[in-house]
C-alpha cells in the first residue's frame, strides 16, 4: 500500500520515492523472499482523466497525467505487472474515491467542514469519481487476497458522484447549507493563469494547476469484474457519508 497522496504538493520529488521506489523495493523483497501472495494498491487515477467514459481493467492510458500522483501511481502500477511477469503472485486492486471517518485528506477536510456548517469553496461542475467507504475498500483488499486472480486487477469503483454531489449530500444530511460552488469557467481561467508558473514559483494546495487539473477531471471505473469474481460490494454512498459524519458527533 505504497502511498503518498498529494495534489499540488511542494514536494513533489516525496511521491517518486514513495509510490514508484517504496513499490519497487518492497514487490521485490516480496518476490526474493518467495512470499505466498501480495495484493499490491494500484488506483483508478492510473488512467488519468477518462472525460466521463466508463473504464475496465483492460484499459491502458498512453498520455499525459494530470499530477504527480497520478503519474507516479501509473509507473507502480506497471513496476507490478513487471513483478508478475517475473514470478511474484500479485492481486491489484484500484480504488477510486474514497471516504470515511478519520480521512485526513482534503476531502475528509472538505466533508468535516461542511457537517459542522461551513462552506467551502468546490466546483460546481467537478469530475466525477467513483466513490466508497473506506471499510469497503478495506474488505476489497482482503477479497483480493483471498479470491483474487494472481495476475489479475480489480477496480474498487464505488458510486459516481462529483465532488459537490457528495458535499451536498453531507449538507442535505447535517442539515447546513453546503459548500459555496464555483463554476467551472472561473477554475479554467485560474488554471489558465497560474500554469505558467508551474515549477517556477512555489505553488501549493488549491492554488496549484495540479489541484485545479484534478477538480475538473474524471476518474470513473466499473466494479463489475470486483463484483462478479471477488464478491465485492459498496454500499449506497448515503448510507456512507451518514455513518461518516456521524462518527464525527455532528448527527445524533
Do not use: C, F
Not at 21 to 32: D, F, K, P, S, W
Not at 99 to 118: E, H, L
Not at 149 to 161: D, F
Request: no cysteine.
Amino acid at each position: 500500500m505504497a502511498g503518498w497522496y498529494q495534489i499540488g504538493s511542494p514536494t513533489p520529488e516525496l511521491g517518486h520515492q514513495v509510490n514508484v521506489v517504496g513499490t519497487r523495493n518492497v514487490l521485490t523483497a516480496a518476490l526474493r523472499a518467495g512470499t505466498r501472495k501480495v495484493v499490491h494498491t494500484s488506483t483508478l487515477a492510473v488512467n488519468s482523466d477518462t472525460g466521463g467514459a466508463v473504464r475496465d481493467e483492460t484499459y491502458r492510458h498512453h498520455g499525459e497525467h494530470l499530477s504527480v500522483y497520478d503519474r507516479t501511481k501509473a509507473q507502480a502500477h506497471h513496476i507490478a505487472d513487471e513483478l508478475v511477469a517475473q514470478g511474484l503472485p500479485l492481486v491489484i486492486v484500484m480504488p477510486g474515491g474514497i471516504y470515511g471517518p478519520g480521512d485526513t485528506s482534503q476531502v475528509g477536510g472538505y466533508v468535516a467542514q461542511v457537517a459542522s456548517g461551513r462552506r467551502p469553496l468546490v466546483p460546481r461542475h467537478g469530475g466525477t469519481l467513483m466513490w466508497a467507504h473506506v471499510e469497503d475498500v478495506a474488505a476489497g483488499h482482503l477479497l483480493a487476497m483471498e479470491r483474487g486472480r494472481v495476475g489479475e486487477s480489480y477496480m474498487l469503483a464505488g458510486e459516481p458522484a462529483t465532488l459537490a454531489e457528495l458535499l451536498g449530500t453531507v449538507a442535505d444530511l447535517a442539515g447546513t447549507k453546503g459548500p459555496v460552488l464555483v463554476p467551472e469557467t472561473v477554475l479554467r481561467l485560474v488554471g489558465r493563469v497560474l500554469g505558467p508558473l508551474e515549477g517556477r514559483v512555489p505553488l501549493s494546495g488549491q492554488y496549484h494547476p495540479e489541484t485545479m487539473r484534478a477538480a475538473l477531471a474524471s476518474y470513473v471505473g466499473t466494479a463489475e469484474k470486483a463484483r462478479g469474481e471477488l464478491g465485492w460490494r459498496s454500499r449506497d454512498l448515503r448510507d456512507g457519508l451518514r455513518q461518516t459524519i456521524t462518527a464525527t458527533d455532528v448527527l445524533p
